[in-house]
């Protein structure tokens, strides 16, 4: 038996290292227990960062091909090396995971590599990934341990030809065609990537909407835009079936709603349909927790389990699936397990699609705000009135902020636009306050500045916006 401690983290991602962190920075004795043997879990390792990495390049790949022409910058053709830019990904991975036990080290966490299992409500027994086992007692256990990519039946993903998102950020070579089965984040940021450097791109979703969940004319804003620069979009579909060969992949596609099946060909496929909350060997069984009916661990608002002592958070949980959110229940829950409040808004927490234009959103959609019956105005501003956007280039896109009428405070803000995702931080912070569209419109902004298109939505929803 090891040495006792006040909170054992079973998981290092965005949860479980922030809890683990912010616990020890409270005076609690914390370990983290990581089996990947790097800490940062996927949105480190394989997801959030990595895919970020290869969107700048991309990104930046695609402006000198297209672009710089326009702002006078005259340069030959230029040329994708893909593997220095897959090595600049794994440097920039690999810089963030050692800047993570850089904080475990100087906050005195305790960091175990090893698969955890749940014993009791104070064990926990660890599978050293140097060999060997080890027993840690505890006064509580958090279970942070994330999400794995969710299968599609009849598609088998071998990580080579038909591959996850952590496949799709490991290819050799740039696939002539791709297919990307699922309009969401995932799809949409890691097809991006690809077409910019130059693959066909198909992306197929069983909806006949991209971006499922989010406002509606946001959502058609940017198909638009995104079919404007390349990419194809095979909406109210769904794949049944895969097939490899030496060739490539050949993909059975049907409608929907029923009719006839056709064969899509691709040298590579993405299957991206979403995520479910990995519990795998943890012992829940054995130890009585309770998993809800779509997989996840079962809490009440201050994250505890039918069992007294077990704690959950992040992916494993209920709530939107995001490292952000993630992180705010470890926060959260470690400032409860050092007797201090804590709380996390879910209808607050914002989303971010990072292609470009970035597309971004917090509260409510308009068809939500409909089916609710709430009685509610709407402010929008292109960023083809914004100087900023227009001196970048980028003018595609708008912002929208949706007000209660009744109660005068902003409920919703979409955006897709250069930036989306730094400026939906500030109506995030309005909607915490319990701010107004006027309170945003009164705020000033500096000009020239992005911002300012928050502003002027913000102005709109009062039906005065200076700029349009």
């Given at each position: 038996m090891s040495e006792n401690y006040d909170i054992v983290v079973i998981g290092g991602g965005p949860g479980g290292y922030v809890c683990a962190i912010r616990a020890a920075q409270l005076g609690l004795k914390v370990a983290c227990v990581e089996k990947r043997g790097t800490l940062g879990g996927t949105c480190l390792n394989v997801g959030c960062?990595?895919?970020?990495?290869?969107?700048?390049?991309?990104?930046?790949?695609?402006?000198?091909?297209?672009?710089?022409?326009?702002?006078?910058?005259?340069?030959?053709?230029?040329?994708?090396?893909?593997?220095?830019?897959?090595?600049?990904?794994?440097?920039?991975?690999?810089?963030?995971?050692?800047g993570i036990e850089f904080l475990f080290k100087k906050n005195k966490v305790t960091y175990i590599k090893g698969a955890g299992e749940i014993v009791s409500a104070t064990e926990v027994k660890v599978d050293l990934l140097d060999g060997g086992e080890e027993t840690l007692s505890t006064k509580n256990i958090v279970i942070a341990t994330g999400s794995e990519v969710t299968p599609l039946p009849g598609v088998e993903i071998d990580e080579k030809q038909i591959v996850s998102s952590t496949g799709a950020l490991e290819l050799s070579s740039v696939p002539k065609k791709m297919v990307v089965i699922g309009a969401g984040v995932i799809g949409l940021e890691?097809?991006?990537?690809?077409?910019?450097?130059?693959?066909?791109?198909?992306?197929?979703?069983?909806?006949?909407?991209?971006l499922p969940g989010m406002d509606g004319e946001l959502a058609k804003q940017t198909q638009r835009i995104f079919a404007k620069q390349g990419l194809e979009f095979k909406l109210g579909h769904k794949v049944t079936g895969a097939k490899t060969t030496k060739g490539g992949v050949k993909l059975s596609v049907e409608p929907s709603k029923g009719g006839d099946a056709e064969e899509i060909k691709a040298d590579v496929v993405l299957v991206a349909i979403g995520r479910r909350p990995f519990v795998t060997?943890?012992?829940?069984?054995?130890?009585?927790?309770?998993?809800?009916?779509?997989?996840r661990v079962k809490t009440d608002e201050?994250?505890?389990?039918?069992?007294?002592?077990?704690?959950?958070?992040g992916d494993a949980i209920a709530g939107p699936m995001l490292a952000h959110k993630a992180e705010e229940d470890g926060v959260a829950l470690?400032?409860?397990?050092?007797?201090?409040?804590?709380?996390?808004?879910?209808?607050?927490?914002?989303?971010?699609?990072?292609?470009?234009?970035?597309?971004?959103?917090?509260?409510?959609?308009?068809?939500?705000?409909?089916?609710?019956?709430?009685?509610?105005?709407?402010?929008?501003?292109?960023?083809?009135?914004?100087?900023?956007?227009?001196?970048?280039?980028?003018?595609?896109?708008?912002?929208?902020?949706?007000?209660?009428?009744?109660?005068?405070?902003?409920?919703?803000?979409?955006?897709?636009?250069?930036?989306?995702?730094?400026?939906?931080?500030?109506?995030?912070?309005?909607?915490?306050?319990?701010?107004?569209a006027e309170d945003i419109a009164r705020t000033c902004h500096a000009h020239p500045a992005l911002g300012e298109s928050v502003k002027e939505a913000a102005l709109a929803a009062d039906g005065r916006a200076i700029h349009m």
């Open positions: 960062i990595p895919s970020k990495a290869l969107l700048h390049s991309s990104h930046l790949f695609e402006e000198a091909n297209q672009h710089f022409d326009t702002h006078g910058i005259e340069i030959n053709s230029p040329k994708v090396n893909l593997e220095k830019m897959m090595a600049r990904k794994d440097k920039v991975v690999e810089s963030n995971v050692k890691l097809g991006s990537v690809w077409r910019r450097l130059g693959s066909e791109v198909t992306v197929i979703e069983y909806l006949d909407r991209i060997g943890l012992g829940l069984d054995n130890a009585g927790v309770e998993l809800d009916d779509r997989g201050h994250f505890q389990t039918n069992i007294q002592g077990i704690f959950a958070i470690a400032e409860m397990l050092a007797g201090e409040e804590g709380h996390v808004d879910y209808g607050k927490v914002p989303g971010v699609v990072y292609t470009w234009p970035e597309v971004a959103a917090v509260g409510k959609t308009e068809e939500q705000l409909k089916d609710e019956g709430t009685d509610y105005s709407v402010g929008k501003f292109p960023f083809t009135a914004n100087g900023r956007a227009k001196a970048m280039e980028s003018t595609e896109g708008f912002v929208k902020i949706l007000e209660d009428k009744k109660t005068h405070r902003v409920v919703g803000c979409h955006i897709v636009g250069p930036a989306a995702g730094d400026l939906i931080a500030e109506v995030v912070l309005a909607m915490e306050y319990g701010a107004s």
